[in-house]
């Protein structure tokens, strides 16, 4: 991996870190997140406009993808309902690496060194280590189940949208479709489940979603782009580095309660990070 991927990926890590404070701290997590999808359609139709209609091979991907992040974003939703973000983010963030590690190595040609597979074990380990307070500290557990799902969901898409956009070979035509279709998926879910509840959405909700919905583009976009130039498990586990992130947001802007735990966890992410660059 080179230098100038490595601090690209660092710093969509920032980026996702920082939409999912303005989800997480808004009134109503669901209508945030739609208001979110619908304002990443609206960029992906821009983009699209420009691009070339994708090619056959590549909409199974596409189909895929859309399904894929339309149950996380539901899943996102819910968990974010049930608990905080210093314990959500790192759980449904750090399952994921794991998940991508092992079925990479089944199912991907990448081939990663001894220190970037060690890197990526401690990673998910100081992962882990932060989402311990759900038991320790009696938070509730019942964000548990959705955000294992959440990061079910984001290992899934990480290998589909990986693949996906080598298969197409524009990285940036597969986001813009890969978002359109999200936009319209979980529109269509937001309507059915009576969630859509866009009309009491205030000027703060909706100024949330939509620079939510830049962050999280450019940081997608980002990370898509660095997995048609690295191994895709090595990407997937330095964009963890987002759970630092959140953390000292969660601490210096929202006066989220800062232990030893939550330390301890951070020096074990930034260890892991170091031992992918070795």
Do not use: C
Not at 192 to 216: I, V
């Amino acid at each position: 991996m080179s230098s100038f991927v490595f601090f690209s990926v660092l710093a969509a890590a920032f980026l996702h870190a920082a939409w999912n404070a303005l989800i997480k701290h808004g009134s109503n997590k669901f209508a945030s997140l739609l208001v979110m999808a619908l304002f990443e359609g609206l960029i992906a139709l821009a983009i699209i406009a420009t691009k070339p209609w994708p090619a056959a091979d590549v909409w199974p991907w596409l189909l895929a993808s859309g399904a894929i992040h339309t149950i996380y974003m539901y899943a996102l939703a819910n968990a974010y309902e049930h608990g905080d973000l210093s314990r959500v983010y790192p759980i449904s963030r750090g399952a994921a690496p794991m998940i991508v590690l092992a079925l990479g190595a089944i199912l991907l040609a990448d081939r990663l060194t001894l220190p970037e597979t060690l890197g990526i074990i401690v990673l998910g380990f100081g992962i882990m280590t932060m989402a311990h307070g759900v038991f320790s500290q009696g938070e509730s557990r019942r964000l548990l189940p959705f955000a294992l799902l959440t990061a079910s969901a984001t290992a899934a898409y990480t290998l589909v949208d990986g693949l996906g956009a080598r298969i197409a070979g524009d990285a940036m035509a597969f986001v813009a479709w890969m978002f359109f279709l999200e936009a319209v998926m979980f529109s269509t879910l937001a309507i059915a489940l009576g969630r859509a509840s866009l009309p009491h959405m205030d000027a703060r909700g909706w100024l949330s979603g939509a620079l939510a919905a830049a962050a999280s583009y450019g940081a997608y976009l980002i990370a898509v782009w660095a997995m048609t130039k690295a191994p895709i498990a090595l990407v997937s586990a330095l964009r963890e580095t987002s759970i630092l992130f959140a953390v000292l947001i969660g601490w210096l802007l929202f006066g989220d309660r800062m232990h030893r735990g939550k330390a301890i966890a951070a020096l074990l992410i930034v260890a892991g990070v170091i031992l992918t660059r070795l």
